[in-house]
């Protein structure tokens, strides 16, 4: 059993190589831990939790759990926040804490940039009492452990019913480290909010992650938002080649879809829930990632909690 183990976070590991940073499938209602620019949009204090687990039932997948914090000073044109996640994958584990600042710019009445920046802490580690094999000179016998700075940057634009957004994650490297070194990756998001009725309002949405080296990811969504307090909605996440030639195995392309709700139960009060499920390898396999978020404070001049659809 331990041999199969050993095997299959090798396994693991590779399957990850091309991804490199934890996945999330409900960014799509808390931004900033992909833009720093993202802190403090929703101009009210913002709490929320989530926790990930991937390939639900294959002993040592992935899982996920991440805490965020941001809300707006100086007259709501300062942005600041906290990002905390631990990602664990076989033997490995990954804890990041970043702390997140934005600059927000009114450029009309309706529309703000944002430039944001978060600098942080990564520490890294390997157990290899996991694998219970000694005497190999390439397989640690206890835990190993790196700490390294970090640093994001991102800008964000958004009027009431449109946003964009681009950013830059893992942009220092240190070369020498003994364990795996993630590439620096790229985010280009967008997305748009029109009402269909009264009732219903419908959000198209993209994401597209890049770095350099493996295929391209891209996300595409689609949700409708149900009297302001339900949304509903999926993506397709799939990968091509568009900056290179590597090589598309079924592993690597990570072709899936993901059903998504988030419900806003209180004024201040939301739950989420998404279930994932891959189309091509590991397809028995599927991923449940669950969301708690909080709001305070909010702006007496506004009808919702936040006035921000995304």
Request: proline fraction near 4%.
């Given at each position: 059993m331990r041999i199969f183990y050993l095997l299959l976070a090798l396994l693991l590991t590779t399957a990850a190589s091309a991804q490199q940073n934890p996945q999330y499938s409900q960014y799509i209602f808390n931004s900033m831990s992909i833009n720093p620019a993202y802190t403090g949009s929703k101009n009210v204090l913002n709490i929320n939790a989530f926790h990930r687990s991937q390939w639900t039932g294959v002993e040592g997948a992935p899982?996920?759990?991440?805490?965020?914090?941001?809300?707006?000073?100086?007259?709501?044109?300062?942005?600041l926040g906290l990002n905390v996640?631990?990602?664990?994958?076989?033997?490995?584990?990954?804890?990041?804490?970043?702390?997140?600042?934005?600059?927000?710019?009114?450029?009309?009445?309706?529309a703000i940039f944002s430039l944001g920046l978060a600098p942080g802490l990564v520490q890294h580690m390997i157990d290899g009492t996991e694998f219970g094999i000694g005497n190999d000179p390439g397989i640690p016998t206890g835990k190993e452990t790196a700490i390294k700075p970090d640093v994001k940057i991102g800008a964000y634009f958004h009027t009431k019913?449109?946003?964009?957004?681009?950013?830059?994650?893992?942009?220092?490297?240190?070369?020498?480290?003994?364990?795996?070194?993630?590439e620096r990756h790229y985010f280009f998001t967008a997305g748009y909010v029109l009402d269909v009725s009264p009732f219903i309002k419908l959000k198209p949405s993209v994401l597209v992650?890049?770095?350099?080296?493996?295929?391209?990811?891209?996300?595409?969504?689609?949700?409708?938002?149900?009297?302001?307090?339900?949304?509903?909605?999926?993506?397709?996440?799939?990968?091509?080649?568009?900056?290179?030639d590597a090589e598309t195995g079924d592993v690597e392309k990570r072709t899936?879809?993901?059903?998504?709700?988030?419900?806003?139960?209180?004024?201040?009060?939301?739950?989420?829930?998404?279930?994932?499920?891959?189309?091509?390898?590991?397809?028995?396999?599927?991923t449940h990632e669950v969301s708690v978020g909080y709001y305070l404070f909010r702006k007496k001049e506004t009808k919702m909690m936040t006035p921000q659809y995304f």
């Amino acid at each position: 059993m331990r041999i199969f183990y050993l095997l299959l976070a090798l396994l693991l590991t590779t399957a990850a190589s091309a991804q490199q940073n934890p996945q999330y499938s409900q960014y799509i209602f808390n931004s900033m831990s992909i833009n720093p620019a993202y802190t403090g949009s929703k101009n009210v204090l913002n709490i929320n939790a989530f926790h990930r687990s991937q390939w639900t039932g294959v002993e040592g997948a992935p899982t996920t759990q991440s805490l965020a914090v941001d809300g707006v000073i100086a007259n709501d044109r300062l942005g600041l926040g906290l990002n905390v996640t631990r990602d664990e994958l076989g033997a490995q584990s990954t804890t990041s804490a970043y702390a997140n600042f934005a600059v927000k710019l009114q450029v009309s009445q309706n529309a703000i940039f944002s430039l944001g920046l978060a600098p942080g802490l990564v520490q890294h580690m390997i157990d290899g009492t996991e694998f219970g094999i000694g005497n190999d000179p390439g397989i640690p016998t206890g835990k190993e452990t790196a700490i390294k700075p970090d640093v994001k940057i991102g800008a964000y634009f958004h009027t009431k019913r449109f946003y964009a957004g681009f950013s830059g994650t893992d942009l220092l490297q240190f070369k020498d480290m003994e364990q795996v070194e993630p590439e620096r990756h790229y985010f280009f998001t967008a997305g748009y909010v029109l009402d269909v009725s009264p009732f219903i309002k419908l959000k198209p949405s993209v994401l597209v992650k890049e770095d350099f080296h493996a295929p391209t990811s891209m996300d595409l969504n689609a949700f409708v938002l149900l009297g302001d307090r339900l949304w509903l909605g999926s993506s397709y996440r799939t990968s091509m080649n568009v900056f290179n030639d590597a090589e598309t195995g079924d592993v690597e392309k990570r072709t899936a879809v993901a059903f998504i709700g988030e419900l806003q139960v209180l004024k201040q009060l939301r739950l989420g829930y998404s279930y994932d499920k891959m189309l091509n390898g590991y397809s028995n396999q599927s991923t449940h990632e669950v969301s708690v978020g909080y709001y305070l404070f909010r702006k007496k001049e506004t009808k919702m909690m936040t006035p921000q659809y995304f």
